[in-house]
């Protein structure tokens, strides 16, 4: 695309003040800043302001909103789900890493990377309900399909956490291995899959207990899964080894297919036809574009530094949670289906 | 300019991932990953500035100097050590270690404590939208904060001590910027981190600061005879206004050195009453024979020296002679 056709998208794109459905944000988490990206044209429109240190966003449960989390801000950037523009901003939210709400959408989650601590929240409101403090950096979280329980990894102490939502109170907190990062809840609600990213590997934890049902050789830097949304699928990147895999998590889980992406891969997301898969590569400052059916590498676009969350505008009209949408843990979580 | 960053990033990519990462990965230090990275493009573009200064700014030294070569020349070798060590991020990264555990606790008290900086977006929401604009006021900012540490330096004794390293150069060079003892480098880069911190500067904003503001200093060092003109010597500190700051006192310019402090903006030394703008040629170093004697020793020898001078100026008991400018 030449550089007189993006700037003719731009032009369009701020004059009528709109990200549409078309358009896919990325936050560059080096530069304080979100990119909107022309889904159809593989191209950056326009790169606005952020906070500090944007790392993951969120749809809210009611579909309305992107929220972004700033964590050297201490605070949440909401966007119009319509329009892109800036709504509002959700103050002492401390260290808003990563985020999620519970699938019955009354639950908000956040996980203090830095600052060592779970915070829950009354979704309605982001009433902080209750903050566990806890060692060895809490980084990634799911939660079980009845909203009761949050599992958090915790990548420097190599453990998982489960925290009741309703009671605020430690479950159990169990070693899984090197550097636990990416988790997810399969739709089976019995079963955990956790990437450790300083192994080359993924474990199945039991929810019950957090015991290790079992390991998946993946690749080097096992990170942060995606859920295909057949609800048997995930993507996995691998951000030592420049790789993403696809599990299959029916049985055992197994690696079907995988694809090389360089510039430590991490988040994705999923067009809405389902035919790409969307990588944010954190060293490249660029987000691959990967054709799901052939697995192959189809696109690149250039984006800000240290590009980490990625979201996918699916739609322009008013969702609700439970109405069969994905509910995620920023870009972990699985599809309900 | 796509292709510059996509040729930048390439090769910082490549870099780390052959070099860097397996190490991380092999050692169970995925902790470091991220800073592991950022440390790669700080030593590329250590090599940068080490390749602008040899290359380019060495290039106006040869053809326009203001000190002819002579029999001191020998003295600028060790400033040579000091830079490629600086540059290439070999003292910056000592000073990382030792300092990021300490900034950590710092910011990590602060926020848990819920208390957030008067970013200046919050004040002014228009810097944020304007990449350009946002640079320059943080830059500015740093550099006020540079400034009066620059004074700090000046104005206590045991501070004086470990600074005097800087200034006892006679044959005052390109390279005689990163002539610091590890030590002053230490709480400048503490000071510094915190108050961008404070102010809410982001990190890559910092090292753009840091990489532009080190080249604006070696260049003000440099053994030329140029100017900027009236006003750009008003706007920008070049080798003019900073000799003046590095010239031997004498019984009439008994404080000559307590003058042009400003790092990058002279607006500073113009503002606070410090700025002295003439045509004088003066010759560098100090009037004092203890610290002059750091000529001629080499980066270990001078590094030791100077801290058994910070100790004798900080703790009495230990002093033989204390010496502030």
């Not at chain 1, 892109?84 to 639950?107: A, C, M, N, Q």
């Not at chain 2, 002053?184 to 600061?209: C, N, R």
Request: net charge neutral; glycine share 8%.
């Amino acid at each position: 695309m030449n550089r007189l056709s993006i700037a003719a998208l731009a032009f369009s794109l701020v004059v009528s003040g709109a990200a549409r459905a078309d358009s896919v944000i990325i936050l560059n988490s080096d530069e304080a800043s979100y990119s909107i990206l022309s889904r159809s044209a593989r191209a950056e429109v326009v790169r606005l302001p952020v906070g500090r240190e944007p790392h993951h966003l969120i749809l809210s449960p009611d579909g309305k909103e992107v929220l972004i989390g700033s964590t050297a801000t201490n605070e949440l950037l909401a966007l119009d789900i319509k329009t892109g523009e800036r709504t509002r901003v959700v103050k002492d939210i401390l260290d808003p890493y990563h985020l999620g709400f519970s699938p019955d959408g009354k639950w908000f989650v956040t996980a203090a990377y830095r600052l060592d601590h779970v915070d829950i929240y009354h979704a309605d409101g982001f009433r902080l309900a209750g903050r566990i403090f806890i060692d060895g950096l809490p980084s990634h979280m799911a939660f079980d399909t009845e909203s009761k329980t949050v599992y958090v990894t915790l990548q420097q102490s190599g453990r998982v956490a489960a925290f009741d939502l309703a009671t605020q109170t430690l479950k159990w907190n169990m070693p899984v291995g090197n550097a636990p990062a990416g988790i997810v809840m399969l739709p089976d609600d019995k079963r955990l899959l956790v990437a450790l990213t300083g192994e080359d590997r993924i474990v199945t934890v039991d929810p019950k207990d957090g015991a290790i049902k079992g390991s998946l050789q993946t690749g080097k830097g096992a990170h942060n899964f995606f859920p295909k949304g057949d609800g048997r699928h995930y993507f996995l990147s691998n951000r030592v080894e420049g790789l993403v895999t696809l599990i299959d998590t029916k049985d055992e889980p197994k690696v079907v297919a995988s694809v090389r992406i360089p510039g430590g891969p991490d988040c994705m997301d999923i067009t809405p036809d389902g035919r790409e898969l969307w990588v944010t590569q954190r060293f490249l400052r660029r987000v691959a574009i990967v054709d799901i059916e052939t697995m192959k590498v189809v696109g690149s676009v250039p984006v800000g530094k240290s590009p980490h969350g990625v979201f996918m505008m699916k739609s322009t009209a008013t969702v609700t949670a439970g109405a069969g949408l994905p509910v995620r843990a920023a870009s972990t979580a699985g599809d309900r289906k | 300019m796509r292709d510059l960053i996509d040729l930048w990033v390439g090769v910082q990519a490549w870099l780390f991932e052959t070099l860097v990462s397996p190490v991380l990965f092999h050692f169970g230090l995925m902790a470091w990953y991220e800073p592991g990275y950022s440390a790669v493009e700080f030593v590329m573009l250590g090599v940068v500035q080490i390749a602008v200064i040899a290359i380019g700014m060495r290039f106006f030294e040869r053809r326009w100097p203001l000190e002819k070569p002579g029999p001191d020349d020998g003295l600028i070798m060790v400033d040579r050590v000091y830079t490629v060590l600086n540059k290439l991020g070999i003292i910056p990264l000592a000073i990382f270690i030792l300092t990021y555990p300490l900034v950590q606790e710092v910011e990590l008290a602060v926020r848990s404590w819920g208390y957030m900086p008067p970013r200046l977006e919050r004040l002014l929401p228009w810097i944020g939208d304007n990449a350009l604009v946002s640079f320059l006021v943080y830059f500015v900012l740093y550099d006020f904060a540079a400034y009066w540490l620059h004074r700090g330096q000046h104005a206590f004794g045991w501070w004086w001590a470990l600074h005097s390293l800087h200034h006892s150069q006679r044959r005052m060079t390109v390279w005689t910027d990163d002539r610091n003892h590890v030590l002053d480098d230490l709480l400048i880069t503490l000071a510094l981190v915190l108050f961008s911190q404070f102010v809410g500067v982001q990190p890559g904003e910092y090292v753009v600061i840091l990489m532009v503001g080190r080249l604006i200093e070696s260049w003000s060092h440099a053994n030329v005879d140029m100017s900027f003109g009236w006003l750009g010597e008003r706007l920008l500190v070049g080798p003019r206004f900073h000799r003046l700051h590095h010239a031997l006192s004498t019984p009439t310019e008994r404080h000559i050195q307590d003058h042009n402090f400003a790092p990058v903006f002279p607006i500073w030394d113009i503002l606070f009453g410090t700025a002295i703008y003439d045509e004088k040629i003066r010759p560098t170093g100090v009037d004092d024979a203890a610290v002059d004697a750091d000529n001629g020793r080499g980066w270990i020898v001078q590094q030791a020296t100077v801290f058994g001078r910070f100790l004798r100026a900080l703790m009495p008991r230990f002093r033989r002679r204390a010496s502030v400018p």
